[in-house]
């Protein structure tokens, strides 16, 4: 980003919090201001537009606020969103959410450029454009922006679940893996697990298993547990329900996947009481 700045420092002069050059450049660039729509349209393209300011610079940037967000941070963010489902577009089943509804620009500006920063790369549209596909929880995300337009340009995000293939790759291939290298439990979260009060779930024997319950238990280390499964954990399934497990010493941990501020209660079981591990033994309940 500093280097972007600095190599066209005095080429463009940008409103601070604005989302486009000053007049002066828009029309130098042969834009014209249409007094009833009150809004600039230009004789080229948004991307030779986005060319002509960054030049050769190919990281994701943002041409006003935004901050560097955690990976809890985003988890939060997305549990939090209003998202609607994309209707015209059944064949291909994800779902949005628009700028001017999230109401907070510069969190929005904050999403965009993480997606941007942390997706992996695939080729869509014909292969005209290049977009980053980035996985939180149980769904990844996109833009139908290239990643090195300006972030605040962006005006919608999409997701879909994981195992839909709608950003060219197959996560189930992957099996089903948010990352490459799931990240452990960390100190305080290992003290948590083992120090809390599990308590077995007697109305389901023949599913053995025992849980926490988030109103006995400490409030940040639960929504913290909660977040770490989602963000580290693998799609699987428990019969036809899709369910983001995070296995560790031997225990797999889960919840239901309602959203964060409605989530009560974390699951735990032996590995070899999930229901794929009894499903490929042969030992489902009958």
């Known amino acids: 980003m500093a280097d972007c700045n600095a190599r066209k420092e005095g080429e463009f002069v940008l409103v601070s919090g604005n989302t486009r050059p000053i007049e002066y450049h828009l029309k130098y660039l042969g834009g014209k201001f249409d007094a009833n729509k009150k809004e ?16 050769d610079c190919q990281e994701p940037f943002c041409l006003s606020s935004y ?18 489902f994309a209707k015209t577009m059944p064949q291909i089943p994800h779902w949005y959410i628009v700028r001017k509804h999230v109401g907070d620009d510069e969190m929005f500006n904050s999403f965009v450029m993480y997606v941007h920063r942390h997706g992996e790369v695939s080729t869509r549209c014909g292969g005209r454009f290049t ?10 995300y996109w833009t139908m922006d290239p990643p090195t337009f300006p972030a605040n340009f962006t005006e919608l995000v999409n997701r879909a679940r994981l195992g839909d293939d709608v950003a060219g790759v197959d996560r189930k291939a992957q099996g089903g893996s948010r990352n490459a ?13 083992t120090a809390e009060q599990w308590t077995y779930a007697k109305t389901m024997p023949t599913w053995p298993h025992e849980y926490v319950v988030r109103a006995r238990v400490d409030e ?16 699987g399934r428990f019969y036809q329900k899709e369910i983001t ?14 959203p964060l501020n409605e989530t009560t209660i974390i699951n735990r079981c032996r590995k070899e009481d999930t229901f794929e591990a009894r499903s490929a033994n042969g030992t489902l309940p009958g």
């Open 40 to 55: 600039w349209s230009l004789p080229i393209s948004k991307e030779e537009l986005v060319m002509r300011l960054i030049g």
């Open 67 to 84: 901050h560097d967000l955690k990976e809890s941070e985003v988890i939060e963010f997305v549990e939090r969103q209003d998202w609607t």
């Open 131 to 140: 977009r980053k596909y980035m996985t939180a929880g149980e769904f990844y």
């Open 181 to 193: 290298i799931p990240e452990p439990f960390p100190e305080d979260l290992k003290r948590f697990v």
């Open 220 to 235: 940040k280390l639960f929504v913290q547990m909660v977040t770490h499964i989602r963000a580290n954990g693998y799609q």
């Open 245 to 258: 497990y995070f296995e560790e010493d031997g225990l797999v941990y889960w919840t239901m996947g309602a």
